[in-house]
């Protein structure tokens, strides 16, 4: 099946892992779902949003796809999809303000579908500009920035979020400024939790396991209660 011809989303949460078209306001979003391990599984589903599209961005991006396995290895249930014109998603890049409307329309869906379930939203680059800007309207219960690229994006025209938060770092990136982001760190009244990753690029090469690891520890105390107590 070519993306194309994917399904409309399901009426329910998948109960295994799914790909289907979701509208979005510019068109169809390309969305994939997957759910954790029964006896793992917690009340809460995590969106998780990729890097910039016009530089190559995808939710098939190797740290996102780890982020999510991360994340639904702790018992949460995933969402990825594309934004507007990346993959088989329609319309076209829109400098993160359609971005965030097509967040919204993936949140819209995982609330209509589970409305009990708390909603952790996660993005790594660019994704986590999106995620981090919105976070505020779409009521976001906890959130996981990876390398936020604070310095290329308007960080300080944000209404910030005080829901847990966990930022994740390289402090050898060579695309985001690590000292920015530790320094806007520190700006910050609600102070997030901050990871530091030694001897880490942007891309998290060679250290994929170890972000795998520091998000599980680090969200391991936010966690919603077990879904099936």
């Not at 944000?158 to 770092?169: F, Y």
């Not at 990753?197 to 060679?206: D, G, I, K, V, Y």
């Not at 795998?212 to 879904?227: C, N, Y």
Request: proline share 8%; glycine share 8%; net charge negative.
């Amino acid at each position: 099946m070519t993306p194309t011809e994917l399904p409309a989303a399901p009426a329910g949460f998948p109960d295994v892992a799914a790909s289907f078209m979701l509208d979005g306001r510019a068109g169809k979003l390309e969305t994939i779902s997957d759910v954790a391990e029964p006896a793992a599984a917690r009340r809460g589903v995590a969106v998780v949003c990729h890097p910039l599209t016009i530089e190559g961005g995808s939710m098939h991006n190797k740290v996102v796809t780890m982020v999510e396995r991360a994340l639904r290895e702790s018992g949460l249930d995933t969402v990825r999809f594309n934004f507007r014109g990346a993959g088989a998603s329609q319309g076209d890049y829109d400098k993160g303000r359609g971005e965030g409307d097509d967040l919204a329309a993936v949140v819209a869906w995982v609330r209509r579908v589970r409305p009990n379930d708390t909603l952790w939203l996660a993005g790594f680059s660019f994704g986590s500009y999106v995620t981090i800007a919105n976070a505020v309207r779409l009521r976001a219960d906890a959130l996981v920035s990876i390398a936020p690229p604070v310095g290329r994006w308007p960080f300080d025209a944000i209404a910030l979020p005080t829901c847990p938060w966990l930022i994740v770092q390289g402090e050898a990136d060579e695309i985001v400024e690590p000292q920015a982001v530790f320094d806007w760190v520190e700006t910050l009244e609600q102070r997030p939790e901050l990871v530091r990753m030694p001897e880490t690029s942007h891309f998290f090469h060679r250290r994929l396991m170890d972000l795998r690891g520091a998000v599980k520890h680090a969200v391991h105390a936010w966690l919603p209660p077990p879904r099936h107590a």
